[in-house]
């Protein structure tokens, strides 16, 4: 089946600075991945849509400035949660939506712990 | 997309069958339904999908009445592995844009 890495699986830093996370599609291509956030014991809550060469589409109540969303490859995106916060502490999730002929299925990644200190 | 409702937790033992019910009143009639399980700290995982009447895999089986309006996630003989949240979405699987995610169903299995 269709595989999706994130990197890192987790990540601890210093409030005030930036982190990305990097979502890859390793056996498709993928020209839209979406990125969710997941606070304990929560759903996921969709943040962004990712279209390869073309800018993110974000959620209502999503800063588009605070997590910037590059989609440069078809296999490749990323979200960088720009001057972190500790309320941005959460787990950040991203999918990669694969089309072949009769279905359009979306695999998601493992996850990436995001501790703000 | 149509919203679901689905309990918010259930308890089992195992090697006892769970049927997790969905209700998902405003389906289309392009609309599939397919439902994920999640594990703490992993991203979901799909399980299964329907149209209508019954859908079997390894996994599990889903019952979907003639309505549509609500659907039934069986789980037969759980071990405590089957212990996970249980997301029904629903939406036309080809040309869904994104997936929203319900509050899920928290299964949790007992020895």
């Known amino acids: 089946g269709a595989v999706v890495s994130q990197h890192p699986s987790r990540v601890i830093c210093k409030s005030g600075t930036s982190v990305k996370i990097e979502c890859r599609s390793l056996?498709?291509?993928?020209?839209?991945m979406f990125w969710y956030r997941q606070f304990p014991k929560q759903s996921l809550m969709l943040m962004a849509t990712?279209?390869?060469?073309?800018?993110?589409?974000?959620e209502q109540g999503v800063e588009k400035d605070k997590f910037l969303i590059n989609h440069a490859s078809l296999t490749l995106s990323t979200l960088t949660v720009t001057s972190a916060h500790p309320e941005d502490s959460s787990f950040y999730i991203c999918?990669?939506?694969?089309?072949?002929?009769?279905?359009?299925?979306?695999?998601f990644g493992p996850g990436t712990r995001l501790t703000v200190l | 997309l149509a919203k679901t409702t689905q309990p918010i937790s259930m308890d089992s033992y195992e090697g006892q069958e769970v049927n997790i019910t969905c209700s998902h009143n405003?389906?289309?009639?392009?609309?599939?339904i397919t439902w994920y399980q999640q594990f703490p700290s992993q991203g979901p995982r799909f399980i299964i999908q329907?149209?209508?009447t019954k859908v079997t895999n390894e996994v599990a089986s889903l019952f979907i009445p003639a309505d549509r309006k609500s659907s039934t996630l069986s789980l037969p003989r759980v071990s405590l592995s089957d212990t996970a949240v249980y997301y029904c979405?629903?939406?036309?699987?080809?040309?869904?844009?994104?997936?929203?995610f319900g509050t899920g169903t928290r299964l949790q299995v007992f020895p």
């Open positions: 999918s990669a939506r694969l089309w072949t002929s009769g279905s359009d299925e979306q695999f």
């Open positions: 329907g149209y209508k």
């Open positions: 405003n389906i289309a009639t392009n609309d599939y």
């Open positions: 990712s279209n390869e060469g073309s800018k993110a589409t974000y």
């Open positions: 056996d498709f291509q993928a020209t839209t």
């Open positions: 979405l629903v939406g036309d699987p080809y040309n869904t844009d994104k997936l929203i």
